[in-house]
């Protein structure tokens, strides 16, 4: 019997010592997955693979940026002269205007002949920017290929222009989503952090039992809730109330962002600071009352200062919390890719973006990898949060 | 002893739950093999739902899943045989054309109605018509304040839709002519919302399908002729092609797929799916 018993209890550590291991495993290889897909933007170029960009031979321009390209397109910059060449206007040419230059007879009725005539096309008119398929491109091309830069970590990190789907060139800039995301995430914070911060004193300290065992199941009542119940929460009571209160042109702002966040963090920083603050031990209040000190003296005096390191690890985790929040911003904060300057415009976060595209995003291409690096980012965003709070949780004094 | 029995219970449990979910798991995929699924663009969203209420009320067998997230979603899934049926409120890129072509078997394109694009201001907004140069210039950032189109002295909020909707594109090549949208454009994740949010903005403009429209939010008249003349944004006008913002509105499935998606797609072009397309506001393809 005892034998057997020995047995099963062997069993029983080898399966629980094969589930951590299973669990590391799969931390692990989701990591590098993430990685390995986020990284490999940056061997590529923000174009189709079968893009050409060419211009005429005798264009003293080589060389071009995906933003000049993007302007170029939008008609913001329309003369060679603006970026380095001759005085001459720049004449776009796209497969849809083949069909307008070019007639049915001269392309053939498959096609067969559009590549000779874009060929010619491209000879004859020296401020052409060509923007073609590949198949369409003749072998002897007389013209010159304008060579695009690849997509390095700097112009990925600090390109101001998010524009994933913009043809012929993407902009991939994650700038504004990074400081987006940023932004909303500290204004979560400064709401929510003295509401929690009054709420858990007042459940530590003052209530009587009876109501902190009534408030304790609805604070955390509040973290079980649904993230697109919040979402719509706020889309429909916070936005237009917002909207109304500040006057704006728009309701859907960073402010109603960092409210719905803010009211999403409250429960983290309720429960862990007021564990906190639970745990000052008897003698250090009882010392502190002894001296002659008033209640509200001891809370802010030796609790508060006692747990403080425990707040701010409340405060962390809240943020962790609000940082990753995905649906509820997506739903209320109006999504503009733009740096943010105020609470009161529209802002654009990291989760948000990834939740938006990653449908529409072709497998493998490279709107899917980019948003795969934005998820990089964020994971080393939330890995450093977790690191300063173990390091805060760690350095407990006293 | 007692810990034994323990397991015992235990691995009886653990086995029992192994049991259950491969049973589930069967049961799914028989399912899986009828179910047709439909996804795409949200604009096609609300009068697809009222089809398939209608049809499956004659086919009580049938089982169809219907799922939105705008045009490219729908056309990603069906470029990667997530899904039977794409709607899309735009043509297909190039890029896209190609991507079927390497696979191989055909597409196959059925337009099953046609939408008017509706531009949607606050009542209170005392503009009522809009030329198309004006419209790409808000859109691309050039104009930002109402006292430009003889409005009030307000900073317009303009809203659009996600980069994943077909409308987004659609817009983005009509009326922008392939330019890029402003970054500072405010966007939103469906018609709906753009309503709801017009409706609540004095001073927001917006673009959503004519279906969308109802009596909260303001339709534009749009001149195509550089101001000479305007044409109000109604159903009767799309209809003898006067306003000129109409787009089909499709239906793309794989040729081989064709069995199975044909029956519903049938259905939606029949007389009385037609109707259904009528009476949820748009245009009916006959």
């Known amino acids: 019997m005892r034998r057997l018993r020995k047995i099963i209890e062997k069993i029983v550590e080898g399966v629980l010592a094969m589930s951590a291991a299973i669990t590391s495993i799969t931390v692990l290889l989701i990591i590098i997955f993430l990685f390995d897909e986020g990284l490999s933007i940056f061997s590529k170029k923000p174009v189709d693979d079968d893009t050409v960009i060419a211009v005429n031979s005798s264009n003293p321009v080589s060389k071009l940026t995906g933003l000049q390209i993007k302007d170029i397109f939008d008609q913001k910059i329309t003369n060679w002269k603006q970026i380095g060449g001759k005085n001459d206007s720049i004449k776009l040419f796209r497969l849809d205007e083949a069909g307008t230059t070019f007639t049915e007879q001269q392309m053939g009725s498959n096609f067969e002949r559009l590549a000779i005539c874009v060929d010619s096309y491209v000879v004859r008119t020296p401020g052409v920017l060509l923007y073609f398929s590949s198949k369409y491109i003749p072998k002897d091309f007389h013209g010159k290929r304008i060579e695009i830069a690849n997509i390095t970590p700097y112009s990925f990190l600090m390109g101001k222009q998010w524009f994933p789907t913009a043809q012929p060139v993407a902009q991939l800039g994650v700038l504004p989503l990074i400081l987006g995301t940023l932004w909303v995430t500290l204004g979560a914070i400064l709401f929510a952090l003295p509401f929690g911060l009054a709420t858990a004193i007042f459940m530590a300290e003052i209530a009587n039992h009876k109501v902190r065992n009534y408030l304790k199941p609805v604070v955390e009542l509040l973290a079980g809730i649904p993230s697109v119940v919040y979402g719509f929460f706020g889309l429909i009571v916070i936005v237009p109330a917002v909207q109304k209160i500040f006057n704006l042109p728009v309701g859907e702002s960073g402010l109603a962002g960092s409210i719905v966040l803010g009211i999403m963090a409250l429960p983290t920083i309720i429960t862990i600071s007021e564990d906190a603050l639970r745990t000052t031990p008897r003698a250090l209040k009882e010392a502190s009352l002894a001296l002659g000190a008033s209640h509200w003296q001891t809370i802010r005096r030796v609790i508060v200062p006692y747990a403080s390191s425990g707040i701010t690890a409340a405060i962390i985790l809240g943020i962790g919390r609000a940082i990753g929040e995905t649906m509820a911003v997506l739903m209320v904060t109006g999504n503009a890719a733009v740096i943010p300057h105020s609470y009161f415009e529209p802002l654009r976060t990291i989760p948000a973006t990834i939740a938006a595209e990653l449908g529409e995003a072709a497998y493998g291409g490279l709107h899917f990898k980019a948003l795969f690096a934005l998820g990089c980012i964020l994971f080393i965003m939330t890995f450093i949060i977790n690191l300063i709070f173990e390091f805060i949780a760690k350095k407990k004094k006293y | ?286």
């Open chain 2, 1 to 286: 002893m007692k810990t034994v029995v323990y397991y015992f219970i235990f691995a009886v449990l653990l086995a029992s739950c192994g049991q259950s979910a491969n049973t589930a798991g069967k049961k799914n995929i028989k399912s899986k093999t009828q179910q047709l699924n439909i996804k795409g663009s949200d604009t096609e969203l609300s009068f697809t739902q009222k089809e398939i209420e209608e049809y499956l009320k004659k086919n009580p067998d049938a089982s169809i899943s219907l799922t939105g997230g705008g045009s490219s979603v729908g056309i990603t899934a069906l470029i990667e045989g997530n899904t039977d049926i794409a709607m899309t409120s735009r043509d297909l890129t190039t890029g896209e054309t190609n991507e079927f072509g390497e696979k191989g078997g055909g597409i196959k394109k059925m337009i099953v109605a046609y939408d008017g694009l509706a531009i949607i201001v606050n009542p209170a907004n005392k503009v009522d018509d809009i030329t198309m140069k004006q419209l790409e210039d808000i859109y691309t950032g050039k104009i930002d304040h109402w006292n430009d189109l003889q409005g009030t002295n307000q900073k317009m909020s303009i809203l659009s839709r996600e980069s994943s909707s077909g409308t987004y594109s659609y817009f983005k090549e009509h009326i922008l002519e392939g330019k890029s949208y402003s970054s500072t454009i405010t966007q939103l994740t469906s018609n709906g919302q753009i309503v709801e949010s017009v409706s609540q903005s004095p001073d927001a403009i917006g673009y959503v399908s004519l279906g969308y429209v109802n009596s909260k939010v303001k339709v534009l008249g749009i001149s195509f002729d550089g101001g000479k003349t305007f044409v109000e944004g109604k159903i009767e006008n799309v209809k003898n092609n006067s306003y000129k913002i109409k787009r089909p509105l499709y239906y793309i499935f794989e040729e081989n797929n064709s069995a199975k998606a044909d029956p519903f797609v049938n259905y939606v072009l029949s007389d009385s799916g037609q109707k259904i397309v009528e009476t949820a506001g748009f245009i009916k393809v006959k």
